[in-house]
T-cell receptor, first 116, second 113 residues
Framework: NAGVMQNPRHLVRRRGQEARLRCSPM?????VYWYRQLPEEGLKFMVY????????ESGMPKERFSAEFPKEGPSILRIQQVVRGDSAAYFC??????????????FGPGTRLTVT | KQEVTQIPAALSVPEGENLVLNCSFT??????LQWFRQDPGKGLTSLLL?????REQTSGRLNASLDKSSGRSTLYIAASQPGDSATYLC????????????FGTGTRLQVFP
């Protein structure tokens, strides 16, 4: 059973470009979470999604950031018109369906975004 | 607003020592608490998960305890080894909100031979 997969592992973008980060949850997991770790800071929650639904986006910046988890395919975190302050490690986590809330979240290896 | 704090921020010890890492949280209404390790430039590895109804969990040389009423958890590492060097993070899941995790600030551990 493959773990949570994220790609790319490293992404370099110039200011103003778009960044697309992908996350494939563990098999059988229907909940996806995105977290951001800024340099020398702790992990901060961004958004929580289930298939085709955004459940909690309270940690998402108001502009330029969006996330989706379509019926088919990976979850995507999209950052439009990137700025230097977006440089960070972005982690995706997944967990089993709602009936198993006691289960832990499993994290992917992260995507390290560098904005030049 | 839930805040999670970890003490100490950094720790450097010789191999073989028994260690205690501390995690405190301001709101005791948590669903569970999870301990992770993070190696430099890498992702998070889950170490232990303690449900709110539990008082401790053990895995190998690791033991985590939870005192919900006082808002504290400790991670005990027995007979530390250089391979234990990493950053240790605790995270709480709130019981009255979504399933997001609130992370602590981390303890950077170095175990030298």
């Amino acid at each position: 059973n493959a773990g949570v997969m994220q790609n790319p592992r490293h992404l370099v973008r110039r200011r103003g470009q778009e960044a697309r980060l992908r996350c494939s949850p563990m098999k059988g997991h229907s909940h996806v979470y995105w977290y951001r770790q800024l340099p020398e800071e702790g992990l901060k929650f961004m958004v929580y999604l289930q298939k085709e639904n955004i459940i909690d986006e309270s940690g998402m910046p108001k502009e330029r950031f969006s996330a989706e988890f379509p019926k088919e395919g990976p979850s995507i975190l999209r950052i439009q018109q990137v700025v230097r302050g977006d440089s960070a490690a972005y982690f995706c986590a997944s967990s089993p369906p709602e009936g198993d809330r006691g289960y832990e979240q499993y994290f992917g290896p992260g995507t390290r975004l560098t904005v030049t | 607003k839930q805040e999670v704090t970890q003490i100490p921020a950094a720790l450097s010890v010789p191999e073989g020592e028994n260690l205690v890492l501390n995690c405190s949280f301001t709101d005791s209404a948590i669903y569970n608490l999870q301990w992770f390790r993070q190696d430099p430039g890498k992702g998070l590895t889950s170490l232990l998960l303690i449900q709110s109804s539990q008082r401790e969990q053990t895995s190998g040389r690791l033991n985590a305890s939870l005192d919900k009423s006082s808002g504290r958890s400790t991670l005990y590492i027995a007979a530390s080894q250089p391979g234990d060097s990493a950053t240790y993070l605790c995270a709480v899941r709130l019981s009255y909100n979504t399933d997001k995790l609130i992370f602590g600030t981390g303890t950077r551990l170095q175990v030298f031979p």
